[in-house]
């Protein structure tokens, strides 16, 4: 199984981005989709979740209300759209995925792969 994130860049403050991961090899329909970041020198930390039936989302504070994660049906390929983008949204986004759903969706170890990564820098 391969996750691959796409639709990073560098944009100003307050402007949006629409970040992408499509998964080859298998669908994540019982299990969970999420997005995590790491900005330079940090550890890595959740973003937000999507349930692979999509009844139920999960986002870390500073991201409510900004941010909306969604999947295709077939969930396969699972989607962060990021609105008033802030300077300290800047990180390394990596979409992960667990086959099957776990309660504590903000942990790491929770998912079984993770994709590559995709840069989003955004400039005040």
């Known amino acids: 199984v391969q996750l691959q994130a796409s639709g990073g860049g560098l944009v100003q403050a307050g402007v949006s981005l629409r970040l992408s991961c499509a998964a080859s090899g298998r669908t994540f329909s019982g299990g969970i989709m999420g997005w995590f970041r790491q900005a330079p020198g940090k550890e890595r930390v959740f973003v937000a979740a999507?349930?692979?039936?999509?009844?139920?989302?999960y986002y870390t504070d500073s991201v409510k209300g900004r941010f909306t994660t969604s999947r295709d049906n077939a969930a396969i390929t699972v989607y962060l759209q990021m609105n008033s983008l802030k300077p300290e949204d800047t990180a390394v986004y990596y979409c992960?995925?667990?086959?099957?759903?776990?309660?504590?969706?903000?942990?790491?170890?929770?998912?079984?792969?993770w994709g590559q990564g995709t840069q989003v820098t955004v400039s005040s």
């Open positions: 992960a995925a667990a086959a099957f759903f776990r309660t504590i969706v903000s942990r790491p170890d929770t998912y079984d792969y």
């Open positions: 999507i349930r692979g039936s999509g009844d139920s989302t």
